[in-house]
Every structure is written in C-alpha cells, then in structure tokens.
C-alpha cells in the first residue's frame, strides 16, 4: 500500500492531554512493538504506566503534546529535567483545588484526565497509590467526587514513567 | 434562616474552603510559575480508521456520548467490525476531522470512504480480482490480524480460493467482499 501523502491526512484536535498506546499506534501507523520503542528510546518523551499494578501489567497513556511534538520533528526544550516534568504534570492538570492549605485534584478529574474509569482511579487510592486527602468522602451527585491530595498523584506520575 | 440562603451560604463556605487555581502559584506544591498550557495539540492520523476511544479524547466526551454522535450521523463513516456482539467500532478519522473542523471536505459516499481506507484497491482492473492481504486490512482496519482471520473464518470476509496460510505469510482476501463488508457494516 503506498503511503498517503502527509497533506491530505485527517488532522485532529484532542482536548484530553493523554491518549493511549493504540491511538498512537493509529496516528504513527506503527505496530504497537514500535510505538513502545519508541518512548522507551525517549522519543515519544512522555509516557506512562498508569496500570493498577506497576509490575508486568502495562496501561499506557503518552502525553498528547508528546505526540505531538514527535510528529513535529520537535526538539526537547531547552529546560531541566525536572521542569521537562513539571511542565508535562501541567499539561495534564493545569489547575488545583486548595482545600485546608493542600493541594488536591478530584478522583473525577483524574479518570477523565487519564481516560480510565472511576474504578481505576479509586482502586489506586486503596491500594495507597493516590491518597485520599483527609476526611474526604465519595457521596453521590456534584462534587460528590472524593479529593485526592494533589502530591501523590505527581509523585505517581514520576515513578510509573515509562523510559 | 430560609432553605436558599442556607444553601448560599454552604456554597460560599465550599467556594471559600477550596480555591481553585493554577498549581504554579501554590506554595504547595514546588512548581514553577511560568508553564502554560498552549494550544490544543493537532494529531495527523496515518491510519484511515479510529476507535471510539480516539474520538473521546479528541471531543472529551465518554464512549456513550460518541456512540451517539456516530449513530446520528453527526460522525457518519463509522463501521463495526465486530465478530461477535460486542461492538468494535471504527471512525474515519476523515469524519472526526470534518466534525472539529467543518471547513474541511466532507466525505460524501461509501466509495469516498472506500478509496481514503484503501486507497490503492478501488481501480478495477477488466480480468483482474483484486485481492488483498490480511495483513493489510488489519492496518488499516486498525485490529489485530488474527480479527481479520477471524473474520474471514466467519464468513464474513472471503480467502481468495487456494491462498497459503500459515505462519509467516499473510493469507489473501478478496477485497469484493472486504468491501462488501464494509457497506453491511456501517453504522446508521
């Protein structure tokens, strides 16, 4: 099958800053072998493991601006690692809540943040993956969704990096 | 104290207890204050068919709300694949274009579709029978290629008669009925 040329294909907007492996499959036209390859050389610079269990069980999502970057022929900038990070953790949550003086993010905002289901998400906070901020409750209805203190889902991001 | 002014009165006290803000200006959190978040990534997509999944996060809708999209015709070309009761469905990722960007031209009949997924296969050629392998419809088709086999074991794609299939060689199907497939398929 000959290539399509890269002007007459279908360019996408994504609002979610994280997409998963097989979308990137779909994008690349690449096997999902490759793709892993390719953000375990670094080039697909942001990726993670957001399975439940860190070992063996793989849930990828790439961050969207990696993506994008990638099929930009777009350089790292120049910053440290450590802001390289940061600056992705804020593409994924640009904004917290401050409740009592700690930072926290709704489990809600992460399984749609990560693309995963309220289980998921909540299954990593009993499992003390994500913490639960204190004397935070799930109840139904708006803003029913239990808070998570916004730390442990950074520290989460920065040991289930896929490198 | 009447039952509004109660329920005013918890929100400021919710509103006041949880401040939202950028994460860069907390001292909570050791981040820097200069990140922005720029504008929305644009993706290219290589391979002509998308899952549900791609549509989600692209529109940040759940599956039900696409699904919905799809069965509306608001995102019309989707197909399912499935063998089984489960759906497996796939967008033209063309459509999903169109939807986010109506300027951009709009895929107007099943051959418009047939020829962006394959786009080599559509000239018929007198005496010839196009064939394809399974391999490729997979890749564009964007499952696994053991679906394809399964598919084709089904009955739903056809083996072109006497093709070879075992390990290592793509067995071959006749692209007549990969479309034909296609058009019994479509969703809506």
């Known amino acids: ?163 | 104290m009447n039952k509004l002014s109660k329920n005013l009165t918890a929100v400021l006290v919710v509103t006041s207890a949880m401040a939202v803000s950028s994460w860069g200006q907390s001292s909570n959190c050791n981040m820097p204050l200069t990140i922005h978040a720029g504008a929305l990534p644009q993706i290219t997509f290589r391979a002509p068919l998308v899952s549900v999944n791609v549509a989600c996060a692209a529109l940040e809708l759940d599956s039900r709300a696409v699904v919905r999209l799809i069965e509306s015709r608001a995102l019309p070309w989707a197909f399912d694949l499935a063998l089984e009761s489960r759906r497996e469905i796939r967008l033209l990722a063309a459509s999903l274009h169109h939807f986010q960007q109506p300027a951009a031209p709009r895929v107007g009949s099943f051959a418009e579709a047939i020829e962006i997924i394959f786009p080599t296969m559509t000239a018929a050629r007198v005496g010839v029978v196009s064939k394809i392998k399974a391999i490729q419809i997979a890749r564009r088709f964007s499952v696994k290629g053991d679906h394809v086999l399964r598919l084709g074991d089904a009955g739903w794609l056809s083996f072109v008669p006497g093709t070879k299939r075992h390990a290592g060689i793509s067995p071959e199907i006749l692209f007549s009925s990969v479309s034909g497939f296609l058009r019994r398929r479509r969703i809506a």
């Open chain 1, 1 to 163: 099958m000959h290539p399509t040329p890269d002007s007459s294909l279908p360019q996408i907007t994504f609002k979610r800053p994280l997409v998963n492996l097989w979308t990137a499959v779909a994008a690349l036209d690449r096997s999902s072998y490759e793709v892993l390859a390719l953000i375990e050389e670094g080039r697909l610079r942001f990726a993670w493991n957001i399975a439940l269990r860190g070992d063996g069980q793989r849930d990828v999502r790439i961050l969207t601006q990696s993506l994008f970057e990638f099929q930009n022929n777009q350089a790292a900038p120049s910053i440290s690692a450590d802001e390289d990070f940061q600056r992705a953790v804020k593409l994924i949550f640009p904004a917290v809540s401050h409740t009592r003086g700690v930072a926290t993010v709704r489990a809600a905002t992460i399984y749609k943040k990560f693309s995963v289901s309220s289980c998921h998400v909540l299954s990593l906070a009993e499992q003390g993956t994500l913490r639960l901020l204190a004397g935070t409750v799930q109840r139904p209805g708006p803003d029913g969704s239990p808070q998570i203190e916004f730390n442990s889902v950074v520290e989460f991001l920065a040991r289930r990096r896929m490198v």
